[in-house]
């Protein structure tokens, strides 16, 4: 008797994002180590990040309480360009507008947080070898669920 053939193997890849994956967005995943940053020029823009979040998570680390986000996020390194997507945010100094996007959720559970904004390392006036990182928004942040937005857009019956 004759052998069968082996089924041919075919090889399904996964799409993959030609832009860099992280676990977590954090500086040292975009930017990379800020140890021994030269700020002798006065502050450096660090990155620009945005996203959608959907859910708040807290916590403490090694350098204390953390805010972070989940959601769709995307950010870009200010010196080399890449670009790194996640689906989990720490964007340092927006515990405001964290905030803000917990009270909305608050009254309606639905609600998402849209931002966009950019993160330098700026350095103290009366040490610049020591540094703080600030958050400056692109655009405001909004806090609410856009598929009421969306209502508008249905034709009336």
Same mark, same amino acid.
């Given at each position: 008797?004759? !052998?069968?053939?082996?089924?041919? =193997?075919?090889?399904? =890849?996964?799409? &993959?994002?030609?832009?860099? $994956?992280?676990?977590?967005?954090?500086? =040292?995943?975009?930017?990379?180590?800020? !140890?021994?940053?030269?700020?002798?020029?006065?502050?450096? !823009?660090?990155?620009?990040?945005?996203? @959608?979040?959907?859910?708040?998570?807290?916590?403490?680390?090694?350098?204390?309480?953390?805010?972070?986000?989940?959601?769709?996020?995307?950010?870009?390194?200010?010196?080399?360009?890449?670009?790194?997507?996640?689906?989990?945010?720490?964007?340092?100094?927006?515990? $405001? $507008?964290?905030? $803000?996007? +917990?009270? #909305? #959720?608050?009254? /309606?559970?639905?609600?998402?947080?849209?931002?966009?904004?950019? @993160?330098?390392? &700026?350095?103290?006036? !009366? /040490?610049?070898?020591?540094? /703080?990182? &600030?958050?400056?928004?692109?655009?405001?942040?909004?806090?609410?669920?856009?598929?009421?937005?969306?209502?508008?857009?249905?034709?009336? +019956?």
């Amino acid at each position: 008797m004759a !052998k069968k053939a082996p089924a041919k =193997k075919t090889s399904k =890849k996964p799409v &993959v994002s030609a832009n860099a $994956m992280a676990r977590r967005l954090t500086i =040292k995943s975009i930017y990379g180590p800020l !140890k021994g940053i030269d700020l002798s020029e006065g502050e450096k !823009k660090l990155f620009k990040i945005a996203g @959608v979040a959907t859910y708040v998570e807290r916590g403490d680390g090694e350098f204390g309480p953390w805010v972070g986000l989940r959601g769709t996020f995307a950010a870009i390194n200010a010196e080399t360009g890449e670009i790194t997507e996640s689906t989990r945010a720490i964007v340092p100094g927006a515990e $405001m $507008m964290c905030e $803000m996007y +917990e009270a #909305q #959720q608050r009254e /309606d559970a639905s609600a998402t947080l849209r931002f966009s904004g950019e @993160v330098f390392a &700026v350095p103290k006036e !009366k /040490d610049p070898t020591k540094y /703080d990182i &600030v958050y400056r928004p692109i655009i405001a942040a909004d806090a609410s669920n856009p598929a009421l937005a969306l209502l508008d857009e249905v034709p009336a +019956e």
